[in-house]
């Protein structure tokens, strides 16, 4: 396979090193295309689904690897495929339905089938009618499947990937990484409580930003700052992989309340209170070790989120240079008490597009998207705690951030 050619452009990212970034990187058509290119289509293993959404043969999920939609599919034999959704024909993308169960696949508008590997099964009139028309005689079907992609299936989660030398998933995630995935996905059955959707106007890398960014939650989000969720005070550790594009933020709750970390944060509320408690209504976890949270970012396309006793999967798809899908899956696991259902789900109310956390975020990426579409040339400053990117153990840093863009600047040769 031949290698991408670099970014020839007027734009170039001036700085050395990931703590200025241009504004350009969240608005530029061509930037976005390369990502696709790069990233996206390039070896990197993306998140598509769940084994818990696809328990029998014929199962199906519709996903996405940035804009290209797949197909989660059991096969028969109990594996699992991921196929382009996208016809060896003339290339109507076959299925529109989000899930569902099928023998088969049938693209509707000239009704070309596959099996569940992405094998073409039939041609209609492949050899014409009455001796008329058809498919030229070297015509071979085993040549005109779908697009098969690699997949790797660890303890119940699905990745797929379009490159054919992407490494071993394990070797993508690095050992440090690995550890804080098994964590939450150590081989339990997983259980699927319910799904958020939302579109955010903003560049895809901004919500990668905003999740390896442990310095904003301590004074954007009232919840955290208030209760002790995630704030400045708190026992952290940051910590990346080997080539510092993937990153786990760490960290232990305290009891909240007016302190060093709230002095002059205008989201602490002293006298704020609930009026349902059970929002708080956290019991601990023996497969916490310690932490009550963890947020991991995979790049370039999944968030794992596991906060006090809410566990969700936060799925980023980009839509443009300007926007990205964000589709949430709420989990819990085969063995919860219906107890413990009930508080995954209460504690879910914190997460997703309305809720009482993470509605900020949103509003915040859209705010940013426009104040650096104002000016392509300048420059976001990313200097907290220094310019270096390393592992950290505080939430006054931003050297996730740092490590991430170190990595782009490798992969995206600007």
């Not at 070309?112 to 008329?132: A, C, Q, T």
Request: glycine share 8%.
């Amino acid at each position: 396979m031949n290698s991408p050619q670099p970014i020839s452009f007027v734009r170039r990212w001036h700085q050395t090193g990931s703590s200025r970034m241009p504004f350009w990187l969240y608005t530029d058509p061509e930037i976005y295309r390369r990502e696709q290119e790069r990233i996206f289509n390039g070896p990197h293993w993306s998140y598509v689904a769940l084994t818990s959404e696809i328990p029998r043969a014929g199962d199906y999920k519709r996903s996405w690897i940035g804009e290209r939609s797949v197909i989660v599919v059991r096969d028969e034999d109990g594996s699992v495929n991921v196929v382009e959704n996208r016809c060896a024909h003339r290339g109507a993308q076959f299925c529109q339905a989000h899930t569902g169960n099928r023998k088969d696949f049938v693209c509707p508008y000239h009704q070309w089938s596959y099996d569940l590997k992405g094998n073409l099964l039939g041609v209609p009139f492949m050899r014409g009618i009455k001796g008329k028309g058809g498919m030229p005689s070297d015509f071979k079907r085993e040549s005109h499947g779908l697009t098969k992609l690699q997949v790797a299936v660890r303890n119940g989660v699905i990745f797929a990937s379009f490159h054919p030398e992407v490494p071993s998933f394990e070797e993508f995630l690095g050992t440090t990484m690995l550890k804080y995935f098994d964590r939450v996905f150590d081989g339990r059955e997983l259980k699927v409580l319910g799904y958020n959707r939302q579109r955010v106007p903003g560049n895809w890398k901004l919500i990668h930003e905003n999740l390896k960014d442990c310095y904003h939650p301590g004074l954007l989000h009232t919840w955290f700052v208030n209760y002790g969720l995630w704030r400045a005070d708190n026992e952290s550790a940051n910590v990346m992989d080997d080539q510092h594009r993937h990153s786990a933020m760490v960290t232990v709750r305290n009891e909240g309340g007016k302190g060093e970390a709230t002095s002059g944060v205008s989201s602490y509320r002293e006298n704020m209170t609930l009026n349902d408690g059970r929002f708080l209504d956290v019991e601990t976890e023996g497969w916490w070790n310690g932490p009550t949270a963890v947020i991991q970012s995979i790049f370039p396309s999944v968030i794992m989120q596991q906060q006090i006793n809410s566990v969700a999967v936060r799925q980023v798809i980009p839509r443009g240079p300007r926007s990205f899908d964000y589709i949430w899956t709420h989990l819990g696991f085969a063995d919860d008490s219906p107890e413990m259902t009930q508080r995954r789900l209460r504690q879910a109310n914190l997460f997703g597009p309305a809720g009482f956390v993470s509605v900020d975020d949103s509003e915040i990426i859209g705010l940013v998207e426009e104040g650096v579409s104002q000016n392509a040339e300048a420059e976001s400053l990313c200097e907290l705690g220094g310019r270096e990117v390393a592992d950290t153990d505080t939430h006054i840093s931003e050297t996730l951030i740092r490590g991430m863009y170190e990595y782009y600047r490798k992969v995206m040769e600007i």
